[in-house]
């Protein structure tokens, strides 16, 4: 019964029982990860879940910029490192699973060879086709070109300064252009244009050999095929005859010292002389002539022409869609799984390519999956709507998690009084928009400013479309442009999945809907025009059409769903999380700011769907990109338990603290609702154990990026120095002086209330996603009590040892409420994390197959409890839980135990008979043998939640 589950029958590859998420970067290593798992295997993991491990830009502390899929990142260790690793898991039974970026590359500095390739090239190298580049750009001058945005200022004044280099590498024999960090290679066709002057007489005489041979190099770089020439046959000529006569050059200047004296003269002149305006003539012709067009970083939110993550310019999208492109980028990860070193796979931003079904199919198929089979464990980072279902044509087992994370926190808070933290919220901002309102003017932002160029394509696009028939020939591109925002800005989903299989009714029901409301909320447009984007995205328009008009329609179509998921990444959950704080517990990736609590009902239902369709997906309550940590949150949703004890203390600190406000420009800063966010974020994080100055640099941090992503009073692109230095001396008074300030003071004793039934909110997410269909996920640390803000405070090093000191520390643990009685909470969360994860080790099948029965509760605290029960063979496993443990005890700091739930009950039914053993308090249970009930003030009389296991589950643990 304790043997991992296969993910299907015969298939050699398991489902995870539990997944640890390890961030690895320079600073935790490979042979680091090995010293730990000991300590992992003790906890009761399964599985290690890596961030990506492949060949990132040096100092990534992430690993999503890849830049080279053949190889492990250096930094993380050698492949002996690795190795050594993966055997250190085998032999403690723990398996890897490894996340991988298919959608994107790290490009510019000087370490990808594809994108240098490009860079050199143009549409005619090898790797163009890997990057989704559009060649045919709206601007004619940048036909056959690509932006490259990386100067800090206006080309001219860039050039001019001299902060462009013409630079030639000796072993190799060719040119490049250097600015700071970053390599441009030069076309060798365009070498020539270097030498504006001859070699002179004094350095060779004209009859001199090495002379001659210079002069033939030049011409025959000069005769390579063009860049425009992307026949078979002109670019081998061009790759064969470009890196001959590279070597030729290099071999001729070990010959000659003088051609060498000749090249770097030739390079300090066209590198020009700072004050010298014309002397930079010849250079800016030199780049004017190349594959890609430098600029100032600004130019790229209207020109850019490659697809990006999100608006990240040095992360260029590749076409994972070409077979060419998914063999390179998965080779190594495949070769690994083959031997046995990866178990499965985490799927990074799948929203962004471009026909994910197909994706995971060839993923699948790969290892013996066809349609309807899965032998891979595959993930995917998916952000789902509440209303939202993953397609069940996907062949993954389900998404990371944040879904799950989402519905886990909407639970915890008090939907019964929304319109009291309404009120509050709105009388002390004086906001009055509704999310819905502030997320469509979110996204309407992000698509005039960082994300404007990927509009402009699908514009560009469209124009070309509508003009093929002359009944829409006379829109304009700005009124399509405008549309295609509208459209974009009331989508209710991150994208469609519209592809050459056909159109399904969601995305039918989608499309209609966004182009209905959009069609009501614009006042200057011609509504025609919305019928015409709406016939073109679901191909109603291509009918009777010739086969070419239909596939433009089909492509349009699929790119505008590449845009839709991160204008509505960057809108949504990058802008109008930080612009609507009503309770910022609820302001997380995939979560829904307007859903102020859900039912148990829903919780059960949730559970119930993933039990029956997605039964191995992950279930993750903290991510390396959650806003704030499950301990953080479990906090704030106090807050919506205890609306009197929050608006007394808010008013207070109003109060208190409005002399220490400073007026920048024309308002106070900080303004009200950052004002706002940040006492809610002291209130999920404060702690009288937190070094001061460390805690001060966290928070002005931590607004600062928060003001920057709500583009109100600052930003990213303009950022406000006066607004970002008034805030963060307003945090400076807030915090400094604790043994003279009032207003800690009385934060303290707010606090003490909040965490201490926040304490009980963490011990129930912990326990609810350990027992819950599907695959429970701790990223680093998170097994003991965690409170970090948004990364990078998420991703501070983690003290493993510690960790394992305090596992000990609970070999032997006789009375678990003491474990309660301590401060900080950390060693009951923890406790009740190893415990609950040793029984799914003791009874993996329990977990894996075993149905989900919701409880019924009676009693007059039945709004309180939580349960539900597990069933496997004879096997069953009933979970307890209590809710708003807040509102319960009216606020007293006090646990919900025995005679607090009066005669509230659960309800087994009469099959669960015979005696019950709580797994947290090894005490016995049983069940009213009338009406199989549990009586709460017995079961919870020691502990707030239970974990009963039936005697057969109890022989096996």
């Known amino acids: 019964m304790n043997a991992l589950v296969p993910t ?23 042979n680091d990860a090995s010293r730990i798992v000991p300590y992992l295997a003790r906890l009761g993991i399964s599985h290690v879940y ?549 039912s148990s009902t829903a919780l059960h239902q949730a559970n119930l769907e993933r039990a029956r369709l997605w039964p191995h997906a992950m279930l993750s309550t903290s991510t390396h990109d959650t806003k704030r940590s499950e301990d953080v949150r479990a906090r704030i949703a106090v807050l919506s338990e205890l609306p009197d004890l929050w608006k007394q203390h808010l008013s207070r600190w109003s109060q208190l603290n409005r002399n220490k406000r400073r007026q920048v420009e024309d308002g106070p800063a900080p303004d009200r609702e950052d004002e706002y966010l940040l006492y809610q974020t002291l209130a999920g994080l404060w702690s009288p154990e937190l070094p001061t100055e460390r805690l001060i640099e966290r928070l002005q941090a931590y607004m600062t990026k928060a003001g920057r992503e709500a583009k109100r009073s600052t930003s990213w692109i303009n950022p406000n120095a006066d607004y970002e230095r008034a805030v963060s001396e307003f945090i400076v008074q807030l915090l400094s002086n604790p043994e003279r300030n009032a207003f800690l003071r009385d934060l303290s004793s707010f606090v003490a209330t909040i965490a201490f039934f926040g304490r009980i909110n963490s011990l129930v997410t912990t326990a609810l996603k350990i027992t819950s269909p599907g695959v429970p996920d701790f990223y680093q640390g998170t097994e003991l009590p965690v409170f970090t803000l948004v990364d990078p405070d998420n991703r501070a090093p983690v003290d493993f040892e510690a960790a394992a000191t305090q596992l000990e520390s609970l070999s032997n643990v006789s009375d678990a409420q003491a474990l309660l009685e301590e401060s900080d909470g950390a060693r009951a969360k923890l406790y009740v994390t190893t415990k609950l994860l040793q029984l799914r080790a003791a009874d993996a099948a329990l977990f894996a197959l075993g149905n989900y029965q919701p409880l019924q509760v009676e009693g007059e605290k039945k709004d309180h409890v939580f349960a539900f029960m597990r069933t496997h063979e004879e096997r069953s496993c009933v979970v307890i839980v209590p809710r708003w443990a807040a509102r319960l005890m009216d606020g007293e700091i006090r646990l919900p135990l025995g005679e607090s739930w009066g005669d509230t009950r659960v309800l087994l039914g009469t099959d669960i008979g015979g005696e019950l053993r709580d797994v947290l308090t090894s005490r016995s249970a049983r069940a009213d043998a009338q009406d199989g009930a549990l009586r709460l003030a017995e079961v919870l009389s020691v502990f707030p939640l239970a974990v009963l296991t039936s005697a057969a589950t109890s022989l096996s643990t």
């Open 8 to 30: 299907e029958p015969g298939a050699r590859f398991k489902i995870p029982r539990a997944t640890y998420r390890l961030q690895f970067n320079h600073q935790f290593t490979f």
């Open 50 to 598: 890596a961030s990506p491990i492949l060949r990132a830009r040096p100092g990534s502390m992430h690993g999503y910029d890849v830049v080279d899929h053949s190889q492990l990142n250096p930094e993380l260790g050698t492949r002996e490192d690795f190795d050594r690793f993966v055997q250190t898991l085998h032999e403690h039974g723990l398996g890897l699973i490894v996340d991988i970026v298919p959608n994107h590359l790290g490009v510019m500095g000087d370490d990808n060879i594809w994108w240098l390739d490009v860079l050199e090239n143009g549409p005619a190298a090898r790797y163009a086709h890997h990057f989704d580049i559009d060649w045919r750009p709206n601007r004619g001058s940048m036909r056959d070109r690509i932006l490259v945005p990386i100067l800090g200022d206006s080309y001219g004044l860039v050039i001019e300064r001299g902060e462009l280099q013409v630079e030639f590498d000796a072993t190799d024999g060719s040119f490049s252009v250097r600015y700071h960090d970053h390599r441009l290679p030069i076309d060798p066709r365009e070498y020539p244009r270097i030498f504006s002057q001859p070699i002179s007489a004094e350095l060779l005489p004209q009859d001199n050999a090495h002379r001659a041979d210079f002069d033939s190099l030049l011409t025959s770089f000069s005769s390579l095929p063009p860049r425009d020439d992307t026949s078979t046959e002109a670019v081998a000529v061009r790759y064969r005859d470009k890196e001959a006569h590279k070597r030729r050059l290099a071999r001729l200047i070990e010959r000659s010292p003088e051609v060498l004296r000749h090249i770097d003269e030739s390079v300090t002149r066209i590198n020009g002389t700072p004050g010298q305006t014309e002397s930079f003539d010849a250079l800016d012709a030199l780049l004017e002539a190349q594959a890609y067009r430098l600029s100032y970083w600004r130019v790229a939110v209207d020109e850019i022409n490659y697809r990006r993550f999100f608006d990240v310019n040095d992360l260029a999208a590749l076409r994972m869609n070409e077979r060419s492109v998914f063999d390179a980028t998965h080779q190594l990860i495949f070769e690994l799984i083959d031997a046995g070193s990866i178990d499965g796979l985490r799927i990074d931003h799948s929203d962004g390519l471009y026909d994910p079904e197909e994706y995971f199919l060839r993923l699948q198929e790969r290892f013996g999956g066809e349609p309807g089979r899965r032998p891979l464990y595959v993930v995917t980072e998916k952000i789902l709507a509440a209303h939202e279902r993953l397609p069940e044509t996907w062949a993954v087992h389900g998404t990371t998690g944040y879904d799950y994370a989402a519905l886990q926190t909407t639970w915890l808070v008090c939907g019964d009084e929304e319109s009291r933290m309404t009120r509050r919220y709105r009388n002390f901002t004086e906001n009055e928009a509704s999310f819905e309102a502030i997320a469509y003017e979110s996204k309407q932002l992000v698509m005039r400013s960082s994300l404007g160029a990927e509009v402009e394509v699908l514009a560009t696009q469209l124009d070309r479309i509508a003009h093929l028939d002359r009944h829409t020939a006379d829109f304009t591109r700005g009124a399509l442009r405008e549309a295609i925002r509208e459209v974009i800005a009331c989508f209710p989903v991150y994208r469609t999945y519209i592809s050459p299989r056909g159109i399904g009714d969601e995305d039918r029901r989608i499309i209609h809907w966004a182009a209905a409301l959009a069609r009501r909320r614009s006042t200057g447009l011609e509504v025609s025009v919305f019928d015409f984007l709406s016939d073109v995205l679901l191909s109603t328009a291509a009918q009777g059409r010739l086969p070419s008009h239909s596939n433009a329609m089909l492509e349009f179509a699929m790119k505008f769903q590449q845009v839709t998921a991160p204008v509505t990444a960057k809108g949504v959950e990058d802008t109008a999380f930080y612009r609507f704080n009503r309770l910022i517990c609820l302001n997380e990736v995939g979560g829904d700011p307007s859903r102020f609590g859900v």
